[in-house]
């Protein structure tokens, strides 16, 4: 067989083809484009359910799940704020990520560092109140992230009562355990802001007398603390 050269082509039959073409471009171009839609995040499954896809291992469930929850927000051709999500879902998740893996800290992180960053101040409580409900679980071990939530509450919601609340945690929970000791001070420097500088320095004189501190630094800091406490305490007395 022998191909034809496309000037053979009747001039009819191609401009048939160039009008079909034209009208396929016009066509395409009055359609709208289209939309990216977000998905809803979806209810956390039950804790039975995750345990059995498990097969006895809990450990990769709760890291697949933990990854699965911080990559929602991005979405093919969307991206959720997160703000935008369903918090009450959101804190669903991270129990059951916790519950599957208890000695993890990455739900902990999410929830204080992530979630709690959001312009919105019912969800960055709905978070901060997580952090402080699993923090008596294992005291030792999930401090930190209490510690930032009084971070939290104190210089982003303005709400010292809060932050003062999960301080004087981390301080009761703190003997016998590896918390830093300026975690377990936290309440002394909350009640100073706060204006409740005899509170304060009870506290701070009390932990001096307790020969709980060791290190000479840390020990003449303090004393030197609540020297200037008192100093101050004197002068606005009349």
């Known amino acids: 067989m022998t191909q034809r050269s496309w000037r053979q082509v009747p001039s009819s039959v191609l401009a048939a083809v160039g009008v079909a ?10 359609q709208p484009r289209p939309l990216a839609t977000a998905l809803a995040l979806p209810a956390a499954p039950a804790a039975t359910v995750l345990k059995l896809v498990g097969l006895g291992d809990p ?6 799940a933990a990854l699965y929850l911080q990559a929602f927000d991005n979405q093919p051709g969307v991206s959720i704020p997160y ?3 369903d918090y009450f879902r959101v804190e669903a998740w991270l129990e059951r ?3 599957l893996d208890p000695a993890g800290q990455y739900p902990l992180l999410m929830a204080s560092q992530l979630y709690a960053q959001v312009p919105d101040p019912g969800k960055q409580r709905r978070m901060l109140e997580f952090v402080y409900r699993r923090f008596f679980e294992d005291p030792g071990r999930r401090w930190r992230w209490l510690a930032h939530a009084a971070i939290v509450a104190k210089h982003r919601l303005g709400d010292p009562s809060l932050a003062l609340k999960y301080a004087q945690a981390i301080a009761a929970h703190s003997r016998n355990r590896n918390i830093p000791s300026w975690a377990s001070q936290m309440p002394i420097f909350i009640l100073e802001d706060m204006g409740e500088a005899e509170s304060a320095q009870i506290l701070l004189g009390g932990l001096l007398a307790s020969g709980t501190l060791t290190d000479p630094m840390e020990i003449r800091f303090l ?3 609540l020297a200037q406490m008192q100093e101050k305490n004197v002068k606005k007395s009349p």
Do not use: N, S
């Open 223 to 225: 004393t030197e603390r």
């Open 83 to 85: 703000w935008d999500l």
């Open 97 to 99: 990520i916790l519950d």
């Open 59 to 64: 450990l990769p469930v709760a890291h697949f």
């Open 21 to 30: 073409l034209l009208l396929q471009i016009g066509w395409r171009a009055q």
